[in-house]
């Protein structure tokens, strides 16, 4: 419903926030209109879908979306209209929970090195006046919660890039694109001005895949690959489901096998890529109790810190043809959209929240923003090759996450789930390796490189990622 047609017999309300950037405006501006930047402004509390994005934010471009602010979805779907080049864009609801929604997109210089982005809504509620009355202020609470989340991922996004303005934008393959981590990685590569190809298991589609593979048959196509600068690879089975025999192998093999086709392709390249960034985990060091560990410490024992090992060892043919190879031992990433945060968020919400196990196992966590910007760090940064862990600086004991977390929602946390219990559930070999595995891991490499995180401590992280 265009704006114009209901303003004559419902009353239109406002939300404006403005924020400055460091950044001159037409750089501002370029940001906005790159592919990846509405995945990378969208709440992720709200777990929102894409469903279509055509035309960029130029005239007559559209957006469907489905968003989960509540207990039913909801679809929108957007037109952007007045275009105006490092000015304005605006989007407008066609179809949609509002009576009527159109969010301008304002912009403007302030000098030579800074901007204004002045974002402004006007809109109405369904239901008129009593629509108002009832859901009004709780309407504006939740724009003010993600204008805050948008510009605050806006502003860090630029401040990473800006930090490597001087380096050539880059091509990038990358696997696991469409994962938890893959989709916002990508997306923040796209917005900085770099060109991201997506490796995927699918047959090539515009937005979704560009590249077709499969590990297990060994089908990679090299000429796909030719000329690419780097390559990140994220791809591999869940940790997170339950160990099936089947899945066990799953864990150990779409790994080893995904990682061994990519670095023997890469290695016979004409063209090499300058890195490959390669998956890892902090599993890689075992279960060490209260063991402070870096990157010089020594492997596990177990199953997870084999499959590390060979994970790891796979990248091989890369390193011997000359390739920069940079292993990224991930932590516990913290994000809303998925992982673990995501599974247990909703759990606290409705007060069932609690220590696992004995409560004393550490935790290596890391906001979602940070991994990415650690990786895209090590992608930018010559110097650095080998093992790389991926973790904010401090640990935290489950006991402590568990009161942090509890704390940030606003909800009690009485409820505990004993050892015993949770290897009747996961089974005794996952539960002891995922849950019940105490890993206080340092990031040495990063810390010593001079990489800045934006969300190194839990409580601010948590909020950030939840939108508390």
């Known amino acids: 419903m265009r704006v114009a047609a209901v303003e004559s017999v419902v009353s239109m309300q406002e939300f404006r926030k403005q924020v400055q950037a460091p950044v001159p405006v037409e750089a501002l501006f370029a940001w906005h209109e790159r592919a990846g930047a509405f995945e990378r402004l969208s709440p992720p509390w709200d777990r929102p879908t894409v469903l279509e994005h055509t035309g960029g934010i130029r005239d007559g471009a559209k957006v469907v979306l489905q968003v989960h602010a509540g207990p039913?979805?909801?679809?929108?779907?957007l037109e952007h209209r007045d275009y105006l080049a490092n000015r304005q864009f605006r989007d407008v609801m066609r179809d949609g929970p509002f009576a009527a929604w159109e969010h301008t997109h304002g912009f403007a210089p302030i000098d030579a090195q800074s901007s204004m982005l002045d974002d402004h809504i006007r809109y109405?509620?369904?239901?008129?006046?009593?629509?108002?009355?009832?859901?009004?202020?709780?309407?504006?609470?939740?724009?003010?919660?993600?204008?805050?989340?948008r510009h605050a991922v806006m502003l860090g996004d630029l401040a990473r890039h800006a930090e490597f303005a001087d380096r050539p934008r880059l091509r990038i393959a990358i696997t696991g694109a469409s994962g938890f981590i893959g989709t916002q990685l990508a997306a923040f590569l796209s917005t900085g001005g770099h060109e991201v190809i997506r490796i995927g298991r699918r047959a090539p589609r515009p937005g979704h895949h560009d590249v077709q593979w499969n590990p297990e048959r060994g089908q990679l196509d090299p000429r796909a690959l030719e000329?690419?600068?780097?390559?990140?690879?994220?791809?591999?089975?869940?940790?997170?489901?339950?160990?099936?025999?089947?899945?066990?192998?799953?864990?150990?093999?779409?790994?080893?096998?995904?990682?061994?086709?990519?670095?023997?392709?890469?290695?016979?390249?004409?063209?090499?890529?300058?890195?490959?960034?390669?998956?890892?985990?902090?599993?890689?060091?075992?279960?060490?109790?209260?063991?402070?560990?870096?990157?010089?410490?020594?492997?596990?024992?177990?199953?997870?810190?084999?499959?590390?090992?060979?994970?790891?060892?796979?990248?091989?043919?890369?390193e011997q043809a000359g390739i920069r190879v940079v292993h990224l031992r991930t932590g516990i990433v913290q994000g809303a959209a998925g992982g673990a945060l995501g599974t247990q968020a909703p759990l606290f919400r409705y007060g069932a929240?609690?220590?696992?196990?004995?409560?004393?196992?550490?935790?290596?966590?890391?906001?979602?923003?940070?991994?990415?910007?650690?990786?895209?760090?090590?992608?930018?940064?010559?110097?650095?090759?080998?093992?790389?862990?991926?973790v904010a600086p401090t640990a935290v004991t489950n006991a402590e996450y568990t009161k942090v977390l509890g704390a940030v929602?606003?909800?009690?946390?009485?409820?505990?789930?004993?050892?015993?219990?949770?290897?009747?559930?996961?089974?005794?070999?996952?539960?002891?390796?995922?849950?019940?595995?105490?890993?206080?891991?340092?990031?040495?490499?990063?810390?010593?490189?001079?990489?800045?995180?934006?969300?190194?401590?839990?409580?601010?992280?948590?909020?950030?990622?939840?939108?508390?």
């Open 124 to 149: 109405a509620l369904p239901l008129g006046g009593l629509g108002s009355a009832v859901a009004g202020a709780y309407t504006q609470r939740t724009l003010a919660r993600v204008f805050a989340y």
């Open 227 to 318: 000329g690419v600068d780097a390559v990140i690879h994220l791809a591999g089975a869940s940790i997170a489901t339950r160990w099936s025999s089947a899945h066990r192998v799953a864990l150990k093999s779409s790994r080893v096998e995904g990682t061994s086709l990519l670095a023997h392709t890469l290695a016979q390249l004409s063209r090499k890529p300058r890195v490959l960034l390669s998956g890892s985990a902090i599993g890689i060091y075992g279960s060490r109790g209260d063991e402070l560990l870096d990157e010089r410490s020594a492997l596990g024992d177990d199953y997870l810190a084999d499959v590390g090992r060979a994970w790891e060892a796979s990248t091989a043919p890369a």
């Open 72 to 77: 039913v979805p909801t679809t929108w779907t």
């Open 409 to 468: 929602l606003g909800r009690p946390t009485i409820a505990h789930a004993p050892s015993f219990a949770l290897r009747l559930l996961l089974g005794e070999e996952m539960a002891n390796l995922t849950v019940l595995a105490s890993q206080r891991i340092e990031p040495r490499v990063l810390r010593d490189a001079g990489f800045v995180w934006r969300l190194p401590e839990l409580a601010p992280m948590l909020r950030f990622e939840l939108g508390a």
């Open 353 to 390: 929240g609690g220590t696992l196990g004995p409560g004393s196992q550490w935790i290596s966590p890391i906001a979602l923003d940070d991994e990415i910007g650690a990786i895209h760090f090590c992608l930018m940064r010559d110097d650095i090759r080998g093992p790389v862990n991926l």
